[in-house]
């Protein structure tokens, strides 16, 4: 048996986020969240009894003690992090109501996990495991970053573990063509391929709705899963077990972040439970869930998702 059932790396950020109805150049307040893609799925997968590893670069100091201490607190495994001096990355976050949209800032310059190398981190540890969790958001930073999650995916298929990829393109972190440039090697190597109907558009050149892009990605790639969502309009999935079209409920929301990485970390306890399409349906309520709190991490229990929803106080 291996020692983790999914292990990722990626940077330890805090989030910065503005109260609703004000704007970072004028608020008096901010809220503080640890944050990050992988260490969300992680963190997740930990609430829902999975052994999971995070790996990261992380300072020391106060706003790095509050990120370990939020995952760590949720079962993760942050034995694999290397500490050092320096500085912590930061997001800040204007909420927005429409007509405006939400806007992210960062600032996420001249952190040490920038400067990663393969040689950073212990992967005889960390691909004792039945999944690599990987994102473009982490290749997006540098050419160090890049080159290290293009070498930790090959390695894993070498060493024939699993990967799993969330291409989340940030579009104020790279351009499509290098994502494009930089992704496209590695999904020979990729089992579960997780990209919005949008990031197929705009990083794979695809066209077509959500379905038809959703279906043109396994059909290209040759991938056993692919999960995409398209907003509000639906989620979708493609792959050995067949396809289906999921609907989306619109639920009142709180806080956004982190909804996409509940929705992966669902679908990847389906995905370890040999069951993707039901994975995703767990993924979609967790989502919905992570719509409620403040927060990148969705805080949750297995109970809680078999909860019939409701208004009234639970007794």
């Known amino acids: ?17 503005v109260p609703k109805g004000d704007r970072l150049a004028t608020c008096r307040d901010l809220r503080v969240t640890p944050a990050g893609s992988e260490a969300n799925v992680a963190g997740l997968l930990a609430q829902l009894g999975r052994r999971t590893a995070f790996a990261s670069v992380i300072p020391h100091g106060d706003l790095a003690q509050r990120f370990i201490d939020e995952y760590r607190g949720v079962g993760v495994d942050l034995s ?11 997001y800040f976050m204007e909420p927005g109501d429409p007509p405006l949209p939400a806007r992210v800032v960062y600032d996420r310059l001249y952190t040490k996990f920038r400067d990663i190398a393969p040689e950073t981190f212990d992967w005889d540890a960390l691909l004792d495991t039945r999944v690599l969790f990987v994102t473009g958001i982490t290749a997006a930073l540098t050419e160090n970053t890049e ?23 940030r579009s104020l972190l790279w351009t499509a063509e290098r994502a494009r440039a930089a992704l496209e090697p590695l999904l020979e190597h990729v089992s579960a391929l997780f990209c919005s109907r949008l990031d197929g558009v705009k990083v794979f050149g695809m066209q077509g709705d959500g379905p038809t892009v959703n279906a043109a990605l396994r059909d290209r790639y040759r991938l056993d899963h692919v999960v995409s969502t398209d ?11 067949g396809q289906r079209i999921y609907d989306i409920e619109p639920v009142r929301v709180t806080d956004r972040p982190g ?19 039901e994975g995703v349906n767990f993924g979609l309520r967790t989502s919905k869930l992570a719509l409620t709190h403040h927060g990148d ?3 949750v229990t297995p109970g809680e998702l078999q909860t019939p929803v409701s208004a009234d106080i639970l007794r």
Do not use: P, W
Not at 162 to 168: H, R, T, Y
């Open 147 to 169: 080159r290290t999650v293009a070498f930790a995916v090959r390695e894993a298929a070498r060493r024939g573990v699993k990967v799993a990829l969330d291409v989340n393109y």
């Open 80 to 90: 694999h992090c290397v500490r050092c001096e320096g500085r912590m990355a930061l």
């Open 297 to 299: 991490l969705t805080h």
């Open 231 to 241: 907003s509000t309009a639906g989620c979708y999935y493609a792959g050995v077990e």
């Open 259 to 277: 909804a996409g990485d509940a929705l992966v970390g669902g679908a990847l306890h389906g995905y370890l439970g040999g069951n993707v399409m």
């Open 1 to 17: 048996m291996t020692a983790y059932d999914l292990t990722t790396f990626g940077e330890a950020q805090i989030r910065l986020t």
